[in-house]
């Protein structure tokens, strides 16, 4: 995983609540064996039209937020399905990070996964943001200070899991942090296995 | 005198592997059931890595999502669903993962086949790449769904880097009226809490309506607490637990049976245990339950209207209703029972088990599909479900009926195989997730109970399964 570095970039405001995860990649893109190319399947009932040309009335084909890298959503982002594939998309279309009241949370868990970094802001921050960058101007998301800088300098403050901040800002391997823990996780089976043993294998 | 604990801080505490900084803790996953679309990526970080199955054996796989549910003796005809399957395959026998076939009378759906072989247990942890894994919390499991870089660190580690949870207590009071179903009773509590009203919690289920609950309507009751936001749902053990897991093949055998029935007993949350947040639902007297929208939460009474958007306190729920009502091409105030369906579907992770079967049975017997219904398909959670069924005959009442009897399999819930609803028809359906384009493209989707979507399918519209009394078998003369 690349390390988190601050990103100043323009937004899209994507205002809509319970935007499940169907919606962010219909099952048909679900047969891929890759994780990569999926952007193109990325909100594509919104994105596209029937005939399959870009949708004009959608915020994502909209000229103002070309090459925006930050994503400004509705709450309860990401419910639904498991399939990071959803992220996988969002990252393939070039965000980096996405901003909103809340995230469900196995969406959440994955664009982790996946270097995204995922803001929580109240509300009305996010309605604020989303008026904000409606003319395609740039805002700031700091990981390492946790904050959002508006166009007005003004600055809203997140919070963020130590783990996973420290995870992003530093790029590192999740399965080999935990592989570190072998020791650890010997000893649990040990023990484990004497206390339950039919989930051992023993008849 | 230690802290009283829920049911959930319980499992929680007992497979911490490393605390962490007490926020993020790394925990030991039980069991891991894999199947074939959520995987591949999986198994390639683990070879690009140079990485290997921590534990095998602790790990089982089936396809599931994109298996045809006809023609089984034919190849697979779509070439990335043939793919998958074949990769799941190939994989498995790499890593030493044992793979049950899709011709294998075991095949079926992960959360059906995890509790039919024994795999789900009190206590455990089972985590699988698909969101609906909270079903097996009916079984007092820890059980949630994970994306695909999850299912890779777990195979890898057998293990997850996990933020605990928040608890929430649901207790469900009031008694349920006739076809009042567990399909009916979590409609009514998502309609509650709404689709996030869990979200960053595991929801305890409590009350006589859910102790009263069957195994099989327990599962369908947790197998949508996702879709209320929470990862998982959980339910105690008790004595319908054990009796369902006795002489599952992976349940524990002789003397391991007895000291396993003694742990798992202790598996509840403590009487003075406090919870996040808490709700109360009162299912006394409502009717069964339908969703008119494309939000598991927009439920109505199947003798009730199609709200209107204005009744909606909140000005972006009633944008949503509106882009709801327009997607479904429903109007506002309409007789929920005047809307004519095109399809029924009667399976997937919700209600696809044999109780589910017997349900929609008793109300297609001695009836037939509407004409205006283009196909009314049933599809078995399992081979096991279709095998049991078949030796109660219930396949010859769903084919007399016309309805189609078909091989287990996701099929029509989310469109993966070749199952799927044509773009603006309209679906009575047991699954659950009425999402836009979740059956197909602009597919329309009402979600309900098995009974519900049979007598749909006889009537050619939402109807009330109350108004659809059994007809008794005719006897063969003697």
């Known amino acids: 995983m690349e390390p988190f570095k601050t990103i100043t970039s323009k937004a899209v405001p994507f205002n809509r609540r319970n935007v499940d995860t169907d919606i962010i990649m219909p099952s048909e893109f679900l047969k891929s064996l890759s994780r990569e190319g999926l952007g193109v399947g990325a909100f594509k009932a919104l994105r596209y039209l029937e005939d399959g040309s870009p949708n004009p009335d959608s915020e994502f084909n909209n000229p103002a937020y070309e090459g925006a890298q930050i994503l400004l959503a509705g709450p309860n982002i990401g419910c639904g399905s498991s399939r990071e594939h959803a992220a996988w998309g969002i990252k393939d279309m070039g965000f980096k990070v996405i901003i909103a009241a809340s995230f469900a949370d196995i969406f959440y868990s994955n664009c982790f996964k996946n270097g995204i970094v995922t803001v929580i802001l109240p509300e009305a921050q996010v309605e604020a943001l989303m008026e904000d960058v409606k003319e395609g101007a740039e805002i700031s998301v700091d990981l390492e200070a946790q904050t959002v800088q508006r166009p007005n300098q003004e600055v809203f403050h997140f919070d963020y899991e130590p783990f996973k901040r420290h995870a992003l800002l530093n790029g590192l391997d999740e399965i080999g942090i935990t592989l570190q823990k072998a020791g650890a996780l010997d000893e649990f089976e040990k023990q484990q296995s004497q206390k339950l043993p039919w989930l051992y294998g023993a008849a | ?478």
């Open chain 2, 1 to 478: 005198m230690p802290h009283a604990k829920t049911l959930y801080e319980k499992i929680w505490d007992a497979h911490v592997v490393d605390p962490g900084d007490g926020e993020t803790s790394l925990i030991y996953i039980d069991r891991h059931i894999i199947h074939e679309v959520t995987t591949p990526q999986a198994f390639e970080g683990l070879k690009l890595a140079g990485r290997k199955v921590r534990r095998p054996e602790a790990v089982i796989a089936v396809p599931d999502h994109n298996v045809p549910t006809k023609d089984r003796d034919k190849p697979i005809e779509d070439p990335q669903s043939a793919a998958q399957v074949a990769m799941l395959k190939e994989k498995c026998a790499e890593y030493g993962i044992e793979h049950i076939e899709m011709n294998d009378i075991r095949q079926g759906i992960v959360h059906v086949i995890g509790p039919e072989q024994g795999i789900t247990q009190p206590g455990i942890t089972l985590v699988c790449g698909d969101s609906h894994t909270a079903t097996h919390g009916a079984f007092g499991a820890l059980a949630f769904g994970i994306g695909t870089s999850e299912v890779e660190h777990c195979l890898a580690t057998q293990t997850l880097q996990l933020k605990k949870s928040k608890t929430m207590k649901v207790e469900v009071v009031g008694e349920p009226g006739p076809w009042l179903t567990a399909k009916d009773i979590i409609l009514a509590i998502i309609a509650h809490i709404g689709t996030s009203g869990g979200t960053g919690h595991v929801i305890e289920f409590f009350g006589p309506a859910i102790t009263g609950l069957t195994m099989e309507g327990r599962m369908t009751l947790c197998n949508m607490a996702i879709e209320a936001g929470a990862r998982a749902g959980l339910i105690a053990p008790d004595e319908k637990t054990f009796e369902y897991l006795q002489d599952k093949p992976r349940a524990p055998q002789g003397v391991h049976w007895n000291a396993a029935m003694a742990h798992w007993s202790t598996l509840k949350s403590d009487p003075d245990a406090t919870f996040d947040k808490v709700a109360v639902v009162d299912v006394a007297d409502i009717p069964p339950l339908v969703t008119w929208g494309t939000s598991p939460e927009d439920v109505a009474p199947i003798t009730g209207t199609v709200p209107h958007p204005d009744d909606f306190a909140n000005p972006s729920k009633q944008d949503a209703a509106r882009k709801a009502l327009d997607y479904l091409g429903l109007e506002a105030g309409m007789n929920i029972q005047d809307i004519k369906i095109d399809r029924a579907f009667i399976g997937s992770c919700t209600n696809s088990r044999i109780e589910d079967m017997r349900a929609a049975a008793v109300i297609a017997r001695g009836r037939k599909v509407a004409p205006n219904v283009i196909e009314a398909l049933v599809v078995p959670g399992s081979g096991l479900v279709k095998a049991q069924a078949e030796r109660e005959g219930l396949d010859k009442i769903f084919t007399e009926a016309g309805f189609e009897w078909r091989e287990p399999g996701c099929s029509m819930c989310l469109a993966m195989n070749a199952d799927r609803v044509g773009p603006k028809e309209r679906c009575a359906s047991t699954s659950n997730r009425n999402f836009v384009g979740r059956q197909g493209p602009d597919a329309r989707t009402h979600l309900m109970s098995p009974a519900m979507a049979a007598a749909a399918a006889i009537a050619g519209h939402l109807a009330d399964v109350r108004d659809y009394p059994p007809i008794p078998p005719v006897q063969e003369a003697a």
